[in-house]
């Protein structure tokens, strides 16, 4: 039995934010995979919650007429890995959604939770981050979009205001277009363990793939929130495809990063990790490019 | 507390009982319908121990609300059971590999490995690994389990 005090079930996204204007103070809940574990720890004893559990609506994967793709952010890890959509445009993001808990979990966690806990270790997130993911958000006023970069406020603290949820993940064309990503997870088990950092690359080749067009690098676990490794991208934009690349953004993603020590990790094994992953990352979505040291 | 209907069908039975909106799926399954080898491990989804399936995907039942299984199918290891309580294949070759000790991890290793082997598909033994990789066992070292899950599918795909 979970402790909270009353339970709404919301039939429509309208639905929810009436509810949510209604009862402000509680707790929404997609999967619940985040929401019930805080439960069950004594942290929000007595909430009301409102659950969007059973809205199908927000669980599709589309493809917009101008190619934006359109991700419910109900959408499970385990459905993201298996939509056709994905696997076609933006692999990585399903592959980073294999990696989450175990195979159960991964049937109830869903990606719009994964990004709107605000939690930095979040496997899909470092991806969301890394394809400048535009957020939906809809509320009282109507609907309103932003970028993911200013969405995440602090630790699980994001960008939703009263009576608002989220309502698509958007990856644009230009985002995903002819770019190769890649994502690794560094945990001290292979599965059921919480990311000690997150990488999640992507490039774009020159027509000759001899070049590097466009770099983009993000991490988890590397700071307080998901977060890209800027001045990397830029060191890296415009090198060509050699092993002095390779060896260039792992020491450039150093400028960037500010882990911390936790008993996880010390903060100077984290920065190990990240140019480990920065190196292996570039080498990996390189070679999916086509590109060859 | 405030009571919901909740209508589903449970191992193959249309059912429904009016449940405590703050149960969990594992508090249904034992307390309404005495199905009692969705076990109580962890509760917090870590261990596998509660694992159904529903609508043909795995779920911990601990961290799912009874009242999210309005109109789902839901399958137990009951449902496993045929008509004169023999074992299905794969109960069986749990038995012959010695994969059960306590028998408290058991149930929701089989319901995922009811899920893998109806795939239809071969896998490989660290695709198995990883399939199977939502439950903990603390008993019997998680090899005999690996061979009564890889020994089944292989015979079901006539490859043993
Ligand atoms: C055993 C276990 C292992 C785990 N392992 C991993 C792991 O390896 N990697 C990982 O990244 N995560 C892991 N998690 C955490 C969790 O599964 C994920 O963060 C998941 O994405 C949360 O999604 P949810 O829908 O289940 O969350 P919920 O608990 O329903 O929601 C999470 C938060 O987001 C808010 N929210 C959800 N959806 C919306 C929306 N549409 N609009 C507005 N707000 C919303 C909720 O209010 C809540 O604050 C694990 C959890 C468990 C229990
Ligand atoms: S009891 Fe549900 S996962 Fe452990
Ligand atoms: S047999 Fe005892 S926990 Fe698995």
């Not at chain 1, 590097?212 to 990397?232: F, L, N």
């Not at chain 2, 961290?63 to 399958?75: N, P, S, T």
Request: net charge neutral; proline share 3%; with cysteine.
């Amino acid at each position: 039995m979970y402790d909270f005090s009353a339970l709404y079930e919301a039939t429509s996204v309208q639905n929810a934010v009436e509810l949510m204007q209604a009862h402000p103070s509680a707790v929404l809940i997609a999967g619940g995979s985040d929401v019930l574990i805080k439960m069950r720890e004594g942290k929000l004893a007595g909430a009301e919650l409102i659950s969007i559990y059973k809205l199908d609506e927000l669980r599709e994967v589309t493809m917009d007429p101008d190619g934006t793709l359109r991700i419910g952010p109900m959408t499970s890890f385990s459905h993201a890995t298996k939509s056709q959509l994905v696997q076609q445009h933006i692999p990585v993001l399903g592959e980073s959604a294999d990696t989450a808990g175990g195979p159960q979990l991964r049937n109830i966690g869903t990606l719009g939770g994964n990004i709107c806990n605000g939690v930095t270790s979040a496997d899909t997130a470092s991806t969301q981050v890394a394809y400048d993911a535009m957020l939906e958000i809809t509320g009282p006023a109507g609907m309103r979009k932003i970028s993911i970069h200013d969405f995440y406020k602090g630790v699980g603290k994001v960008d939703l205001q009263p009576g608002e949820l989220l309502t698509a993940i958007l990856i644009p064309k230009e985002s995903y277009k002819n770019c190769y990503g890649y994502y690794l997870k560094y945990a001290m088990r292979n599965a059921m363990d919480i990311a000690t950092i997150g990488c999640s690359v992507n490039v774009v080749l020159s027509a000759d793939k001899k070049t590097i067009e466009r770099m983009r690098i993000s991490y988890g676990v590397a700071g307080p929130v998901p977060m890209r490794a800027r001045s990397a991208e830029a060191a890296v934009n415009g090198q060509p495809v050699s092993e002095a690349t390779i060896e260039l953004i792992g020491n450039a993603v150093l400028n960037d990063v500010n882990p911390r020590t936790s008993w996880r990790a010390s903060a100077e094994f984290r920065k190990q990790i990240i140019s480990e992953t920065a190196r292996r990352g570039l080498r990996a979505a390189v070679e999916r490019a086509g590109g060859v040291f | 507390m405030e009571k919901k209907l909740v209508k589903c069908n449970i191992n193959g039975k249309d059912v429904e009982t009016y449940v405590d909106v703050r149960a969990s799926l594992t508090d249904m399954l034992r307390n309404d319908y005495r199905l009692t080898s969705v076990k109580k491990g962890c509760e917090v989804g870590e261990c596998g121990a509660c694992n159904v399936i529903i609508d043909g995907e795995c779920y911990n039942s601990c961290i799912y609300l009874a009242v999210w299984a309005e109109g789902k199918r839901i399958q137990t290891l009951e449902s496993l059971l045929g008509p004169n309580g023999e074992l299905s294949d794969i109960q069986q070759a749990f038995v012959d590999e010695a994969a059960v000790q306590c028998g408290f991890c058991t149930p929701g290793f089989i319901m995922t490995a009811v899920e893998v082997l109806e795939t239809g598909k071969e896998y490989t033994r660290d695709e198995l690994r990883k399939r199977l990789s939502g439950h903990l066992c603390r008993c019997t070292g998680y090899e005999n389990i690996l061979n009564a899950v890889e020994k089944t599918m292989k015979k079901r795909l006539g490859k043993a």
